[in-house]
């Protein structure tokens, strides 16, 4: 069955509303049908089982038949912060696969390195379209949770945040001595939340790994070659999430 998330507010009495864009989906590129089953996620870890009662370009409407809990979601929630590539292809990979491999949330900032720099409203535009990537991954790869994406911080804040995570590690090509798996190693108890800073095609520079040191970010070697910024990003979670579940 084809799964739609959608916010809990689309869902009143055990009547769901779904709208343009997911009705235009079931109209024109599906074909269904009142009477056709649904699935319906509304990003808070439940699914729902759902007849169609009417089906428009614009508006559908179905009917709950089924509550289902999922338990499809990663115990360790990992942050993903990943400075802006220069392509936007790039940071659309990062959010596809990401999602799909399982991370929590993720951070698009700009960095010194970073070769692309946009006025905040073209920020606010791409973040329309990421949720969208996002969202479509998540229904792909059947996950519980819609990831969150933000586009509102520069390395300074995202620096300032990582206190809010039990680990918070730096990818950094300098690093010559700590691995991930050392930095994971060395904690006292497994991490449940986890921050990964991602810099640029150009990497850090050195006062950004400073100054991420400086706030107790851990920086790490991911191997002895170098990796494209939207691969390390996903090594990153897929390593973690092996590595801690």
């Given at each position: ?86 392509v936007a292809d790039k940071m659309e990979q990062v959010l596809q696969r990401g999602t799909e491999v399982g991370a929590h949330a993720f951070w698009a900032y700009e960095s010194a390195r970073s070769l692309t720099h946009l ?78 800073v991602i810099g640029p095609e150009g990497g850090f520079t050195d006062p950004e790994a400073r100054a991420a040191a400086k706030a107790k970010l851990q920086s790490v070697s991911l191997g002895k070659r170098i990796l494209r ?17």
């Amino acid at each position: 069955m084809t799964r739609f998330f959608i916010s809990p507010n689309q869902i009143t009495n055990g009547l769901v509303t779904l709208g343009p864009d997911d009705a235009h989906h079931l109209k024109v590129v599906l074909h269904a049908n009142p009477g056709d089953l649904i699935n319906v996620l509304n990003g808070c870890g439940t699914e729902f089982i759902a007849k169609l009662d009417e089906v428009g370009k614009s508006r559908a409407t179905a009917r709950i038949t089924t509550i289902i809990h999922l338990d499809t979601e990663a115990q360790t929630r990992i942050t993903v912060a990943q400075a802006l590539p220069k392509v936007a292809d790039k940071m659309e990979q990062v959010l596809q696969r990401g999602t799909e491999v399982g991370a929590h949330a993720f951070w698009a900032y700009e960095s010194a390195r970073s070769l692309t720099h946009l006025p905040r409203e073209r920020h606010l535009k791409r973040l329309t379209r990421w949720n969208e990537i996002v969202k479509t991954a998540a229904e792909q790869s059947h996950r519980a949770r819609l990831p969150e994406v933000r586009a509102d911080q520069d390395f300074s804040q995202v620096l300032a945040a990582a206190g809010q995570f039990d680990l918070s590690l730096l990818a950094y090509e300098g690093e010559a001595k700590t691995t991930l798996r050392s930095a994971l190693e060395s904690q006292p108890t497994p991490p449940k939340s986890v921050l990964i800073v991602i810099g640029p095609e150009g990497g850090f520079t050195d006062p950004e790994a400073r100054a991420a040191a400086k706030a107790k970010l851990q920086s790490v070697s991911l191997g002895k070659r170098i990796l494209r910024t939207e691969t390390a990003a996903l090594i990153m979670v897929a390593q973690l999430l092996y590595a801690l579940e």
